[in-house]
């Protein structure tokens, strides 16, 4: 901290930038990707891999990603030249988990300019550029997660050399209303076409995942996206989905009131990330902002009944209070690092919903079998 990058072979052509976090303490180094200084709430990221599925992720929208593993853009990127995602033939975004970056900068130990994968079209730097997010390398980053896990979560800028400074008050926080999709859509699994006795799953998209949607199209089910607000009155649906995204929960007012709602129509329901923070809002629990979130691929999270151990995937900064569970709800499944509650469940109705990611998307999936519980309870139901 306080000592200038070491000099990339690059450097006539690049520009030095700084990390300023709100408590003071500045990091130096180079700007890569969009050249401008840029502010946001700071996390750190602790997967190896996954780097574009991390920065496409919504839930990832408005914040400065710290990445812990040290080196950046060595896969480079599988989208178009103009930066615009390759679409599979569900119109979902293929190698992405939406179709643009939704994280405002990116901070990295070591850059890689030229990528070494068979199915790289951009690189890392041009990507960003093309999509208007700065990034800064050259930075301890470990010291850096070490420093965020210690002082909490906090607000950071991104200044480049050159360019207009910004204040940490413009650090803006998202949520679900900024990332949610607002036409209602149909998502038909290949082969079901036509065939009325096939599921229909509500999916409330609160800034959903890609690879949500494949998990329930791979399990022969109809997804029907809607928009975060939306009343689901006039909709088919056997079971009801919340999807993951960003922000603070309680300022989702209006989808906690549909749920609540939803409760009497005792069809099952499920819900991941915020989802998950949603649905205990609505049985009258309370949620909590976390020190400094969870944030990776390796989160361990042990099963109430089980007891078993999963390696989850998350991307969050609040929780739910677990002793403020109302009766006929209980916790599901516990992160074993810091004790918070990663799920809860009704005890007599199927309604559940976890804080990981069980679809995984880059890994890992050791929690993908939740769909399928879900889906046999639809079916049950149904």
């Known amino acids: 901290m306080g000592k200038t990058a070491k000099l990339p072979k690059q450097a006539h052509m690049l520009k030095q930038a700084k990390f300023v976090l709100e408590d003071g303490s500045e990091y130096f180094g180079w700007s890569f990707g969009k050249n401008r200084s840029l502010a946001g709430e700071l996390v750190f990221n602790t997967g190896m891999n996954g780097l574009n599925h991390i920065l496409t992720d919504p839930g990832s929208c408005g914040q400065i990603v710290v990445s812990t593993y040290p080196l950046a853009g060595n896969g480079g ?10 679409l599979d ?17 990116l901070v990295v130990s070591d850059l890689c300019r030229e990528p070494s994968h068979y199915s790289s079209k ?3 730097s041009s990507w960003l550029e093309k999509e208007n997010v700065p990034g800064i390398y050259g930075v301890d980053t470990r010291a850096l997660a070490v420093r965020l896990r210690e002082r909490g979560t906090m ?10 400074d910004v204040t940490l008050n413009q650090a803006r926080l998202a949520n679900p209303a900024d990332v949610s999709h607002y036409e209602v859509k ?5 082969g079901e076409k036509g065939n009325e006795k096939r599921l229909n799953i509500a999916l409330i998209d609160c800034g959903v995942k ?12 109809e997804v029907i996206r809607v928009p975060w607000n939306h009343d689901l009155s006039g909709i088919e649906y056997d079971g009801i989905f919340i999807s993951n995204g960003p ?6 007012g209006k989808t906690i009131a549909a749920v609540r709602k939803m409760f009497s129509a005792n069809k099952p329901i499920f819900g991941v990330g915020i989802g998950n923070l949603i649905i205990a809002l609505a049985a009258g629990a309370d949620t909590h902002k976390m020190h400094f979130g969870h944030c990776g691929q390796n989160q361990p999270c042990i099963e109430a009944d089980s007891k078993r151990c999963y390696i989850t995937a998350q991307n969050h900064g609040y929780a739910v209070r677990g002793e403020t569970l109302p009766r006929g709800w209980q916790p599901w499944f516990i992160n074993a690092n810091d ?31 939740l769909f399928d519980k879900f889906i046999e309870q639809v079916k049950e139901r149904k």
Not at 186 to 190: H, L
Not at 210 to 221: D, E, G, Q, S
Not at 247 to 252: A, F, M, R, S, Y
Request: net charge negative.
């Open 155 to 164: 607000r950071g800028k991104i200044l480049v050399e050159g360019k207009t």
């Open 122 to 124: 951009l690189t890392l």
């Open 339 to 369: 004790g918070s509650i990663e799920g809860i469940r009704c005890t007599d109705q199927p309604f559940a919903a976890v804080q990981f990611n069980p679809e995984g998307c880059p890994g890992p999936r050791d929690t993908e079998f």
């Open 186 to 190: 149909s998502f038909v699994p290949e």
């Open 210 to 221: 890609a690879n949500i949607i494949r998990c329930f199209l791979a399990r022969n089910a």
């Open 247 to 252: 922000g603070d929960p309680k300022d989702c």
């Open 89 to 105: 033939e569900q119109g979902l975004p293929l190698s992405l988990e939406s179709e643009k970056i939704h994280v405002s900068g």
């Open 77 to 86: 990127v599988h989208v178009k030249p103009n930066g615009e995602p390759f």
